[in-house]
């Protein structure tokens, strides 16, 4: 298989691969959450695959790079991101704001990561418990495909690295409203000296990203990765990639976070200028960092289609300051963040 480089080909090989080999394995999970016992659960579980299909088929195009094992990597992204969103549902809808009953749901993205890891009772600071099985199901299907990784060993640090922001991340957005900056302030501080130059809330949206995970067990399926490479991934993804993903799921969820009161990064930036700004530097900085790995054009398509896919989106047209700044970047970033743009033709979003 050929790596896309050309958004059509791009698009092409999304809609045609990606796309139905993604909701063929979502479908098989929504039957597993039909069964769940507990009715809070199963709600949950089938409404964060309704309603978040999206972030499946999006972080799937990184199954690409799998080569003649795409299969393999899409059952793995689809999986893990189905675990993710099934999390956030759970701690979006939770009455205890407890950071233990969130930590531990969330040891099963890093169990997911760790073949042999012992069989945990991932709710067990919570009343709903009944799930008939269906988290260490998924649990356990990551599992299967990452033992088919040649030497795992050598990347399971950084794929646990990532993990591991992602759940703390989770942990401290999800606690008591005015607990969370000021934890999420702390997080921030013990990790300060080794970053770039970055502000809190940005440090916590590249922690909310999956994307480089994805991208590790995508490239190491097909061929093993030296720790160069491994590194470059990382540090190309987190925090630039990784960053501006997140950015721009914050910033065209503004108003509806406004309306609900919940917690945005894109709230803090001084102004609508600083904004722009520092969106433009994570662009500028996602668009350097991946020119050094293999399949350039590939991961600068999907730099550009990340703008394009969210920027195009129908909440922009509903806040007039977004869609002015989401044309300003556009335009700004060319060409094929301009397809992507007008197209609209890479997901269903």
């Not at 059952?75 to 939770?94: A, E, G, P």
Request: charge should be neutral.
């Amino acid at each position: 298989m050929n790596i896309p480089v050309s958004p059509w080909a791009l698009v092409l090989e999304t809609r045609l691969k990606v796309i139905p080999k993604v909701r063929g394995y979502l479908k098989r999970w929504k039957l597993r959450a039909q069964e769940i016992p507990s009715p809070e659960l199963r709600k949950q579980a089938l409404a964060s695959i309704e309603a978040k299909q999206f972030h499946c088929e999006g972080g799937a195009i990184y199954g690409l790079l799998a080569k003649r094992h795409w299969q393999n990597a899409i059952k793995f992204i689809v999986t893990y991101q189905t675990i993710s969103d099934y999390l956030d549902n759970l701690c979006d809808r939770s009455n205890s704001l407890d950071p233990e009953d969130f930590a531990a749901l969330h040891q099963s993205l890093l169990d997911a990561l760790t073949p042999g890891s012992q069989d945990t009772n991932y709710y067990r600071f919570r009343d709903d418990q009944a799930d008939g099985g269906y988290l260490q199901a998924l649990v356990r299907t990551c599992q299967e495909v990452i033992c088919q990784i040649p030497n795992y060993a050598a990347i399971a640090p950084t794929l646990h690295e990532l993990a591991d922001y992602y759940c703390n991340l989770q942990v401290h957005k999800h606690v008591k409203v005015e607990e969370r900056v000021p934890r999420l302030k702390m997080w921030f501080s013990s990790y300060q000296k080794k970053l770039p130059e970055l502000r809190w809330y940005e440090f916590s949206a590249c922690a909310g990203s999956t994307l480089g995970i994805f991208c590790l067990v995508a490239y190491a399926l097909d061929y093993q990765l030296s720790d160069e490479l491994t590194d470059q991934v990382k540090n190309s993804y987190f925090p630039w990639v990784q960053g501006l993903h997140i950015l721009l799921d914050y910033l065209i969820d503004q108003e509806e976070d406004r309306v609900n009161g919940d917690l945005n990064f894109c709230f803090y930036y001084r102004d609508r200028d600083d904004m722009l700004g520092r969106f433009k530097h994570f662009i500028q900085n996602a668009t350097k960092s991946v020119s050094q790995l293999p399949h350039t054009q590939f991961h600068q398509l999907i730099n550009q289609a990340l703008l394009g896919v969210y920027l195009s989106d129908k909440k922009v047209r509903r806040q007039q300051d977004v869609q002015d700044m989401a044309e300003q970047l556009i335009q700004w970033s060319g060409s094929s963040a301009s397809f992507f743009f007008r197209s609209r033709l890479l997901i269903s979003h």
